[in-house]
């Protein structure tokens, strides 16, 4: 057992983009298939305390833990590789170290200093960076620090680093640099001038890269690996190339044929074993070979980038493993979607998952769908947003109740079926103030949802203000949408199924944001087995 936890540093060189998170999950994958207690945090430059106020359009999805910190996506990619939930503790961005310094300046914690960079910003970053190895739960911490070598906004974090290289003292901590290795097709050849630069960048803040991780799109000859230990300082085997691979999933057995971990033990002074991947390959084994395909439809505002619903697009792929097909995910913009193009848009598709999301822009596109997809018996999956459609659709169309809408939307609807939350009534400040976090679900047995789970009692993640109308519930109810999960405390409706209709969920919370490679959501692979039954029937 280790006494004092190591720590591993990932910065990025050249560009934007490279894949930190990726090699950072991937590295910790492989040394906690050696028994090391392994886990990863994020270092953010930006601003925001947190991405819970961006726009997906500017920083992709805004990914939830257990204890209801609204954080980086990449977090996503942590959990879902080492299958270990995070937490506040593992993302922490510049607007939250300094608010966390101003609040102890204007309770006089400084005694009348001046409050400065360095030390106290730089301190307060180290002092983060070590709560996770502090806590005793870890042998290994990797840090991955957002941005690029060379940013402005990332100094502070490199010098961070830097000064906790010194106080950590060798053997227990390192620095891994992620670049790239571009391929000039004019001159058919890989170019090692920009690595070079980027390390060089790094080394005038004061800190020596340790090992190389070079992105690729073509192989690394060895006089190439050579000639960047050479310039770059760093021994021969430290040169890992990362080459572009076919799924994310394939990234920690290329690192593993590169001997990044071995590389990383040994400086690390740590013993390195043979990892135990057994789960993971048995899982690649069936995404890659799968015996047959559904096509689901995704229905979302932000469909133009993939990374607004990373967390979705992954779940699907770890519940098609499961289920051994190929899942398709065909993107459909809701505000482009109407009663005129539904039929055109969705008859052909075996499923359909109307996405979360806020506001009213596309609300009448995701309402449609989902009245076709009743009609049609097609399996549906709604999301948060996406259930709150599925009530809206069926008060309007069902019950007759005109008009029916969301106080989000509107205001002055004469059926709130979705209504602002009792304990939401008085916020005013926008950011971190939602139902946030896991809360627990009591599920109604003989249902889909207890059937998916086969349990009664679950906890799920949220992030929401507005929630079911329970003024509404034994009317819908009586008319054959019927509340299948609940809040055992505040009766909050948490699932809602039409036991009449051959797989129709939804649910308040976010079931992606708990879908791992060694534990697919259920929902998601009933959802996807509904979707292959449904298509084998057509």
């Known amino acids: ?33 050696q028994g090391y207690r392994t886990t990863i945090q994020k270092l953010d430059p930006y601003i925001n305390i947190d991405p819970g106020t961006l726009n997906p359009y500017e920083h992709g999805e805004c990914y939830v833990t257990d204890d209801g910190a609204e954080t980086d996506l990449d977090l996503g990619h942590y959990e879902r590789f080492l299958n270990v939930p995070t937490s506040q503790a593992n993302n922490v961005t510049t607007g939250r170290i300094y608010q966390s310094v101003i609040d102890k300046e204007r309770r006089g914690e400084f005694l009348g200093k001046t409050v400065q960079v360095i030390p106290h910003i730089t301190d307060e970053i180290k002092h983060r960076i070590q709560l996770l190895g502090n806590s005793g739960d870890y042998d290994i911490i990797l840090t991955e620090i957002g941005g690029t070598v060379g940013d402005i906004e990332s100094l502070p974090y490199i010098e961070a680093v830097r000064q906790l290289q010194w106080d950590l003292g060798e053997n227990n901590a390192l620095v891994i640099h992620l670049t790239l290795v571009p391929y000039l097709s004019a001159a058919g050849e890989l170019k090692t001038k920009p690595t070079q630069h980027s390390v060089k960048t790094l080394m005038e803040s004061g800190v020596q890269a340790d090992i190389l991780v070079c992105r690729t799109e073509h192989e690394l000859s060895d006089s190439i690996k050579t000639k960047l230990a050479r310039f770059c300082n760093v021994k021969k085997e430290a040169v890992i190339q990362s080459i572009d691979a076919s799924t994310i999933y394939d990234v920690p057995n290329l690192m593993l044929e590169e001997g990044l971990d071995k590389v990383v033990l040994k400086q690390l002074d740590l013993e390195s074993n043979q990892p135990d991947l057994g789960r993971w390959n048995e899982f690649l084994k069936r995404h890659k070979n799968p015996k047959g395909e559904v096509t689901i439809g995704l229905i979302g505002k932000y469909v133009e980038l993939q990374d607004s619903y990373k967390s979705i697009l992954e779940a699907f792929i770890h519940a098609g493993a499961e289920n051994e097909v190929k899942v398709k995910v065909e993107s459909i913009h809701s505000e482009y979607l109407s009663k005129d193009n539904v ?11 109307v996405a979360p999301g806020f506001g009213e822009r596309g609300i009448e596109g995701k309402i449609d769908a989902v009245k076709y997809v009743r009609e049609h018996n097609i399996p549906f999956l709604g999301i948060c947003l996406g259930m709150q459609m599925a009530v809206i659709e069926y008060s309007r169309n069902i019950l007759g109740l005109d008009n029916a809408n969301s106080t989000e939307m509107d205001e002055h609807t004469p059926h709130p079926v979705i209504a602002l939350m009792e304990s939401q009534k008085d916020v005013v400040n926008k950011g971190g103030t939602m139902r946030l976090g896991s809360w627990d679900c009591n599920v109604e047995v003989d249902t889909l949802a207890y059937i998916s789970y086969n349990r009664t009692e679950i906890k799920e993640r949220h992030r929401h203000r507005f929630e079911f109308n329970n003024d509404y519930k034994a009317q819908i109810e009586a008319a054959g949408l019927i509340a299948t999960g609940y809040n055992p405390e505040t009766g909050l409706v948490e699932i809602v199924e039409i036991p009449s209709h051959n797989w129709f969920v939804g649910v308040q919370y976010h079931p992606e944001y708990k879908s791992t490679v060694a534990n697919p959501h259920p929902l998601f692979v009933s959802f996807v087995a509904a979707a292959l039954t449904y298509k084998n029937n057509k």
């Open 1 to 33: 057992m280790i006494t004092h936890p190591k720590y591993i540093f990932v910065t990025g060189g050249v560009s934007s983009s490279l894949g930190k998170g990726i090699i950072a999950a991937s590295l910790a994958k492989l040394l906690q298939a």
């Open 343 to 353: 039929q055109e848009k969705l008859s052909h598709l075996d499923g359909v998952l």
